[in-house]
Nanobody, 119 residues
Framework: QVQLVESGGGLVQAGGSLRPSCTAS????????MGWYRQAPGAQRKLVAT???????NNADSVKGRFTIARDNAKSTVLLQMNSLNPDDTAVYYC?????????????WGQGTQVTVSS
């Protein structure tokens, strides 16, 4: 079984920073792309940033220049450094990973971590 566990969300004032992390565990052979998505109340889940196994990032326009995605392949971890936060960033943040197991592959999701930015 594969699990993704997030941590590092919380409450912060506008202009502040947070750095949620997500670690994958279980019967994993290779982790390909990893990413972060977010879902605000009443809205659809949207892409925040993704990163390839080789470390190439892809950020949504709304977070460019403020958020940085990084990963540590040895620790099966993906990080999201979020700076200059504003109330529009308030959402539940989910990590996901494209994981190859011994005989199967699939996209797995974490349980989500709440990020709240107060004005």
């Amino acid at each position: 079984q594969v699990q993704l566990v997030e941590s590092g969300g919380g409450l912060v004032q506008a202009g502040g920073s947070l750095r949620p992390s997500c670690t994958a565990s279980g019967s994993i052979f290779v982790i390909n792309d990893m990413g972060w998505y977010r879902q605000a109340p009443g809205a659809q889940r949207k892409l925040v940033a993704t990163i390839t196994r080789g470390g190439s990032p892809n950020n949504a326009d709304s977070v460019k220049g403020r958020f940085t995605i990084a990963r540590d392949n040895a620790k099966s971890t993906v990080l999201l450094q979020m700076n200059s936060l504003n109330p529009d960033d308030t959402a539940v943040y989910y990590c996901n990973a494209d994981i190859l197991k011994q005989y199967t592959s699939g996209v797995y999701w974490g349980q989500g971590t709440q990020v709240t930015v107060s004005s």
